[in-house]
């Protein structure tokens, strides 16, 4: 028996990658885009708030598919949640990681709800009241993450992956890894014949892990040992 076909390669349409059209943005979904039609066709954008009217450049689909990705790389009417980027990496075309750092953090945690609010009600039937409250030390959403897995370019270099993408996107910076995970070297150091790195700034030991992997093995169990995060006044452990 024969593989399923993908929706695109059944469809077997032309591509429409690379076209931009001017859609009115809607609701916001699951993954870090929101909703739009154009012409009929669902469109998921990212890069974008509801509300919004943007051009938007198609960056996955084809003729035919029921739907197709695309990226908001003009924004003619913007939402009053919109800010500027803290990062210079997180626009079209480049790191992939943070989905919405064009909007305030208020408007973050608005979003997070309607996903979760929507999802219950798609998938479970059932209408729920979601709040995502802040965490101490979030006032500027930034410098939170201490665990982050950099992948390693033909050169060896450390950067982070585009959006649905094996490309390696050279950084000098990552804003939202704590000031320990950057200050682990990962970024000055070449990493001949490895596939990426996992920087682990746990609270146990004191100074940052950087765990290797090598190239070919990736998805491997983990193999390092434990290290050790306190949460308001418990420790936990957890496999790098």
């Known amino acids: 028996m024969s593989a399923r076909p993908t929706r695109e390669r059944a469809a077997g349409g032309e591509s429409l990658v690379g076209q931009e059209w001017t859609v009115d943005v809607g609701p916001v979904a699951h993954g870090g ?33 029921s739907f197709v990705r695309a990226d ?12 500027e980027r803290p990062c210079p990496y997180a626009v ?30 798609r998938i479970a039937k059932t209408d729920v009241s979601v709040e995502v409250r802040p965490v101490p030390g979030d006032e500027e959403g930034l410098r939170w993450r201490t665990r982050v897995e950099f992948a390693v370019d033909a050169s ?10 094996r490309h390696v996107v050279p950084v000098e910076d990552c804003l939202i890894a704590t000031q320990g995970v950057i ?28 765990v290797p ?16 995060e306190r949460v308001v006044d418990g420790d936990w452990q957890g496999e790098y």
Do not use: M, N
């Open 33 to 65: 885009h929101c909703v739009a039609r154009h012409e009929g066709q669902v469109v998921f954008v990212r890069h974008t708030l509801p509300g919004e009217r943007v051009v938007a450049r198609v960056t996955e689909g084809r003729v035919g598919d």
């Open 183 to 210: 200050d682990s070297g990962v970024l000055d150091t070449e990493w001949p014949d490895v596939e990426s790195v996992d920087v682990v700034d746990a609270a146990h030991p004191d100074e940052p892990l950087l």
């Open 156 to 165: 060896g270099r450390a950067g982070l992956r585009g959006h649905r993408s």
């Open 213 to 228: 992997v090598p190239a070919g093995e990736s998805g491997a169990e983990p193999t390092g040992g434990l290290v050790g």
């Open 72 to 83: 908001a790389v003009e924004v003619l009417e913007a939402a009053p949640g919109r800010v």
């Open 92 to 121: 079209p075309g480049q790191c992939g990681g943070c989905d919405f750092q064009h909007a305030t953090l208020e408007t973050q945690r608005a979003l997070k709800a309607d996903v979760v609010r929507e999802q219950f009600a």
